[in-house]
């Protein structure tokens, strides 16, 4: 009974620290990092401030739980290797895909601006989105290409270097003239021909001769 008892309090622990970062993702998403107060947070998520303050001792706290919460749940969703067995450039399109859709949604763009604005002050905050994001999907994508180097599909290098390389190609043009809000003055590409761009020049330097 007491195992059953703890169980349910960790999920009711666990159930108030979510409404808490929904409603901090709703003020900061709205407001902005400085724009947000604690009294903002502590309405949006209809909560004490003494709970707020249970859970997280600080809005710098706060936000780099939130943003890590936020950006590793999209990582697992989106950067998944499907079906390894096909062709590497079937499964790397899927993944470019999957992988584009999210960089440039609205969501993404206003965190990475979030995250960018505060991440000389609060280092921390930076690192957790780091950390929870793109060395995550990294990983990921490393560990593919490593195993299509070892069965000889691939030449042999640095994965995590041939990893960044290759979502730094497939991404090419996409995600910086929404960052920088330069949309009508940058060139428009579509993200199905950036990634088949891309996949074609990355299998191009790393298919062996």
């Known amino acids: ?24 993702k709703r ?11 604690m009294n903002d947070i502590v309405k949006a998520a209809g909560v004490s401030k003494g709970t707020v303050y249970a859970y997280f001792p600080s ?5 780099e739980a939130l943003i890590f919460r936020d950006r590793r749940q999209q990582a697992e969703q989106t950067v998944v290797i499907e079906r390894v067995e096909r062709p590497i450039a079937e499964v790397l399109y899927d993944l470019a895909m999957r992988f584009g859709t999210l960089l440039k949604s609205e969501e993404t763009v206003a965190y990475v601006r979030l995250v960018v604005a505060v991440a ?17 999907g990294n990983a990921i994508i490393a560990s593919y ?31 910086k003239p929404k ?25 191009g330097g790393m298919t062996k001769v």
Do not use: H
Not at 120 to 136: D, L, R, T, V
């Open 1 to 24: 009974m007491a195992d059953a008892a703890g169980a349910q309090n960790d999920n009711l622990d666990s159930a108030k620290r979510q409404q808490i970062l929904d409603g901090a």
């Open 27 to 37: 003020c900061f998403l709205a407001q902005g990092f400085d724009g947000a107060s």
């Open 59 to 63: 809005k710098e706290r706060l936000f």
């Open 120 to 136: 000389e002050k609060f280092p921390e905050i930076g690192q957790a989105f780091y950390e929870a994001g793109p060395a995550y």
């Open 145 to 175: 290409l490593q195993s299509k180097m070892d069965d000889g599909t691939l030449r042999q290098c640095n994965a995590s270097l041939a990893a960044t390389q290759f979502v730094e190609l497939v991404m090419c043009g996409i995600v």
């Open 179 to 203: 960052l920088f809000g330069a949309e009508k003055i940058a060139p428009q590409y579509e993200l199905e021909d950036v990634v088949n761009s891309g996949i074609a020049l990355f299998l």
